[in-house]
């Protein structure tokens, strides 16, 4: 086992090469309609998605991954920029269109969505492929609104600074919809306000929302995150079950999206300050470990356990929550030094690469079970952009760097 300094920063190369490489793969591959990423692969079989597999098909555009792809090509190119300019070029090449394409989107109603069918038209799609109009009330909110968002703003910041000021303007409206129930969980219905009022109250919306405090903070606008701390606040004290130190998917209810829970550890410190109270930080960290502990079995983080029990009551392990308890940890072993938290990092490192990644291509298999890779989709068939494992690892090269392991590392420049 090597040491500490050692492990962290063969991990940080390990993971800049990992980006590199997987979005290489993502930029080689030919663009769908006009300028969409096209990460529609069968992450077992390798088959490319065609007009014969429904909604995995090409003919379905989803907002939720072209929002998370182009937060994911804008930081990563500026992540590049020095080490590998050309690289940067070619991920600058992809998103610029991406966000003028998106920009079109989200000005024709003030909201992204979903699904969208081939005329861009945004819809409501069942199992068979067969579509219905999605509704457009202008009140409610969806997770498509906040990743879309998200990556206009990041694309702004770089490549549109006069437009910046205009979305991050939108984003109190959206924040008051998550604070006032008007925002809508599951848009693989209606969008209406009796759905969103009557939905569970999960606290999902304020955790994804959070992944924007430190985005607007490495764009030099931390004014526009005061939020954060609030939804810090409002989820530790609303879900966190002090018996088990797991966080409740709904207050009072027994699932723990463990995965969830460890995603908003990362989330709150990329946002809190050096000088942020120890206790809180502490806090934090018993999350992460409580959350890894219950939710680790095998292969991967079961998608949920039981609060009562800590026992997983999903046979299904996602790619995703490996790459987020990386960031995590190694957020949190920035501020702790926590012998344990290592130990966190180096399982779901070792868990993630010698498990889930493929290489070859540079994707990684969707979900695992015990028995091995299964076709089991955690929310799009798209494979991910660079969202959860690009942006998870890269937050972890950046906390090594801080950490002065070894020096920062390099960026293959292999095709």
């Known amino acids: 086992m090597s040491d500490p300094a050692s492990f962290i920063g063969q991990a940080a190369q390990t993971y800049a090469d990992t980006n590199a490489a997987s979005l290489r793969w993502l930029l080689a591959r030919p663009l769908l309609g006009p300028g969409f990423l096209n990460s529609k692969q069968n992450s077992i079989t390798l088959a490319d998605y065609g007009p014969d597999d429904g909604l995995r098909g090409p003919q379905f555009t989803y907002g939720w991954i072209q929002g998370r792809g182009l937060e994911a090509l804008v930081t990563h190119a500026a992540f590049f920029a020095a080490s590998d300019p050309q690289l940067a070029a070619s991920i600058d090449a992809a998103a610029r269109p991406l966000y003028g394409i998106l920009q079109q989107l989200w000005s024709a109603h003030g909201h992204a969505y979903f699904c969208y069918d081939a005329n861009l038209e945004s819809v409501v799609a069942g199992p068979d492929g067969a579509t219905a109009p999605q509704a457009r009330p202008a009140e409610i909110y969806t997770y498509s609104d906040i990743f879309v968002l998200k990556g206009l703003i990041s694309a702004a910041a770089r490549y549109d600074r006069p437009s910046l000021d205009h979305y991050l303007a939108q984003l109190p409206a959206l924040i008051d919809a998550i604070e006032g129930g008007r925002f809508q969980m599951d848009e693989r219905q209606a969008i209406s306000a009796d759905t969103a009022g009557n939905q569970p109250a999960d606290f999902g919306p304020r955790m994804i929302l959070l992944g924007a405090a430190g985005m607007l903070k490495r764009i030099s606008r931390p004014d526009t995150a005061r939020f954060a701390d609030r939804f810090i606040a409002h989820v530790l004290e609303h879900y966190l079950d002090p018996a088990s130190g797991l966080l409740r998917n709904v207050p009072g209810s027994d699932a723990c999206n463990v995965g969830h829970g460890i995603e908003f550890v990362g989330f709150a410190l990329d946002h809190l300050p050096p000088d942020a109270n120890p206790a809180l ?30 026992e997983p009551t999903s046979r299904y392990c996602p790619w995703w929550s490996l790459p987020e308890t990386i960031r995590s940890a190694a957020l949190c072993h920035e501020r702790t030094g926590n012998a344990l938290v290592l130990d966190i990092w180096r399982t779901a490192h070792a868990a993630f690469f010698d498990t889930y990644w493929r290489g070859e291509p540079a994707i990684a298999y969707q979900t695992m079970t015990g028995e091995g890779p299964v076709d089991f989709v955690p929310a799009t068939p798209d494979l991910d952009p660079g969202y959860h494992t690009g942006l998870s690892l890269l937050a972890a090269v950046e906390a090594a760097a801080r950490m002065g392991a070894n020096r920062a590392p390099k960026t293959s420049t292999g095709a």
């Open 281 to 310: 930080i502490e806090h934090l960290q018993a999350i992460l470990i409580a959350s890894f502990k219950a939710g680790f079995h095998g292969p991967g983080v079961a998608l949920t356990v039981s609060v009562a029990t800590g």
